[in-house]
C-alpha cells in the first residue's frame, strides 16, 4: 500500500480556489486515489475517487497526471464549512492480500478564513 | 437509504471493564472495516470483516479486542478490561463488497473514554 504525503495544514479565504497536492510515488498499477475530508467529531466523508487524468464532480475535481505519483484535490470557491482535514489515500482494489483497508496520514488540515 | 449506524456515540467505561461498540453498515453492504483515531492523528486500521468471517485483522492488538459481524446484526467490536490508553474514536466503515473499486462509507464514530 502506497504511502502518502501532503502538506500538514493550509489556510484561505472565502471565494478562493484552494489545490491541496499530495505525493504518492509508490503508486502501483491497480490503485486508486481517494480523497476524504473529516469535520471535527465526525466521520470521514467521501470527497472524489480516481484512476487517472481528471475527476470531476459537484464538490471537487481531482487532477491525476499521467504518472500518476501525484494528485491534487481542487476545491472551488471555498466558504467557512469546508474547514476541515483533508485525506489523501491510496490503495484498493483488492491486492495480493485480499484487503480494502485505508492507510490514513494525518491530513492537510484547512482553515477558510472569512 | 440511511447510512452507517454507530451506536453508543460516546461510552465512558472505567479501567478494567468491557466496552462493546456496534456498527450497523449501509444496506445493502456486506463488508465492514473498524477504525481507531487518536486526537491530532489519522484514522488506524483495525480490522475488516465480512458477514461471518475476519478477513484482516493485522491491525488488531493481539489482546483484549476482538471483533465479529455475524449473519444477522450488527458488527461489534468488543474490548475488553479497558484501559486509559485506549480511549479514542472508534469509526466504522462499510461497502458493497460488489465491484472491483470500492467506496468507504463511515459512519459517526462512537467516542471511548476510559476513567
Known amino acids: 500500500l502506497a504511502k502518502t504525503t501532503q502538506p500538514i495544514s493550509m489556510d484561505s479565504y472565502e471565494g478562493q480556489e484552494v489545490n491541496i497536492t499530495c505525493s504518492h510515488n509508490?503508486?502501483?498499477?491497480?490503485?486508486?486515489i481517494t480523497w476524504y475530508q473529516q469535520f471535527p467529531s465526525q466521520g470521514p466523508r467521501f470527497i472524489i475517487q480516481g484512476y487517472k487524468t481528471k475527476v470531476t464532480n459537484e464538490v471537487a475535481s481531482l487532477f491525476i497526471p499521467a504518472d500518476r505519483k501525484s494528485s491534487t484535490l481542487s476545491l472551488p470557491r471555498v466558504s467557512l464549512s469546508d474547514t476541515a482535514v483533508y485525506y489523501c489515500?491510496?490503495?484498493?482494489?483488492?491486492?495480493?492480500?485480499?484487503?480494502?483497508?485505508?492507510?490514513f496520514g494525518t491530513g492537510t488540515r484547512l482553515q477558510v478564513f472569512p | 437509504n440511511a447510512g452507517v449506524m454507530q451506536n453508543p456515540r460516546h461510552l465512558v467505561r472505567r479501567r478494567g471493564q468491557e466496552a462493546r461498540l456496534r456498527c450497523s453498515p449501509m444496506?445493502?453492504?456486506?463488508?465492514v472495516y473498524w477504525y481507531r483515531q487518536l486526537p491530532e492523528e489519522g484514522l488506524k486500521f483495525m480490522v475488516y470483516?465480512?458477514?461471518?468471517?475476519?478477513?484482516?485483522e493485522s491491525g488488531m492488538p493481539k489482546e483484549r479486542f476482538s471483533a465479529e459481524f455475524p449473519k444477522e446484526g450488527p458488527s461489534i467490536l468488543r474490548i475488553q478490561q479497558v484501559v486509559r490508553g485506549d480511549s479514542a474514536a472508534y469509526f466504522c466503515?462499510?461497502?458493497?463488497?460488489?465491484?472491483?473499486?470500492?467506496?468507504?462509507?463511515f459512519g459517526p464514530g462512537t467516542r471511548l473514554l476510559v476513567l
Open positions: 489515500l491510496v490503495g484498493g482494489p483488492r491486492g495480493d492480500d485480499n484487503t480494502d483497508k485505508l492507510i
Open positions: 444496506k445493502g453492504h456486506s463488508h
Open positions: 470483516l465480512q458477514k461471518e468471517n475476519i478477513i484482516d
Open positions: 466503515a462499510s461497502s458493497p463488497g460488489t465491484g472491483v473499486e470500492e467506496t468507504q462509507y
Open positions: 509508490n503508486i502501483a498499477t491497480n490503485d486508486y
